[in-house]
């Protein structure tokens, strides 16, 4: 190597820090929250046991670090969920699209209810309808002609839905967030 390109190397330096963001993920227990964050960090994906209570994953992507806050599906957590929502800049909704009618009623009035808090109602929603694999699997345009949306939406508000598959969009979807720093 010549003496320029050592040079050059020596001061190049460290790249910039990536910019961070907050997000709150919820969605009924099962749906698959804490698989689709341990698969997004690279991480095992066997013997994950259901969340109590919150955990907190640092996702990298290339361009910035999701920290994401997982909140526990069940029952009898997610009369807790809104304690959990300040601070956040975007939201990540986990919906098993396989699931009964009456299960995925119950998903969507808890989406309602997130969509119309006042610390989530202008933020990005992502909506992720998971277990696609599944052959009672629905389709992303088939859960979308369910009553997903509501008059709560604020202005400024984005609200997409996505399967597994298309991912990739989800790093697109920062930009949205950006508004919210
Ligand atoms: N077939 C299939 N199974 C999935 C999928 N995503 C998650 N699972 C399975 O569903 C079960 C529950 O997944 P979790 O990731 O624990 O669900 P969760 O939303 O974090 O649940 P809570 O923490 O209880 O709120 C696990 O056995 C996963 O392996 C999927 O897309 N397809
Ligand atoms: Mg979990």
């Excluded at 910019?19 to 690279?42: A, H, M, N």
């Excluded at 696609?132 to 369910?146: C, N, T, Y």
């Amino acid at each position: 190597m010549d003496y320029l390109n050592k040079i050059a190397l020596c001061c190049k330096g460290p790249p910039p820090p990536r910019p961070e963001y907050d997000l709150v993920c919820i969605g009924l227990t099962g749906s698959g929250k804490t698989s689709l964050l341990s698969q997004l960090c690279s991480e095992n994906t066997e013997n994950i046991v259901s969340t109590t209570g919150f955990s907190i994953k640092a996702v990298p992507f290339q361009n910035a670090i999701l920290n994401v806050k997982e909140l526990g599906g069940a029952a009898n957590i997610r009369k807790y969920w809104s304690r959990y929502y300040q601070g956040s800049q975007g939201v990540i909704f986990v919906l098993d699209s396989a699931s009964s009618e009456d299960e995925l009623e119950t998903a969507r009035n808890e989406l309602h209810s997130a969509l119309q808090h006042p610390q989530l109602c202008t933020l990005p929603f992502l909506i992720l309808a998971n277990h696609q694999d599944k052959p009672a699997a629905r389709s992303v345009q088939e859960v979308l002609s369910g009553a997903w949306y509501t008059e709560g939406m604020k202005e400024g508000n984005k609200i997409q839905f996505l399967h597994k598959l298309e991912l990739e969009k989800f790093c697109v979807y920062k930009k949205g967030m950006d508004k919210h720093n």
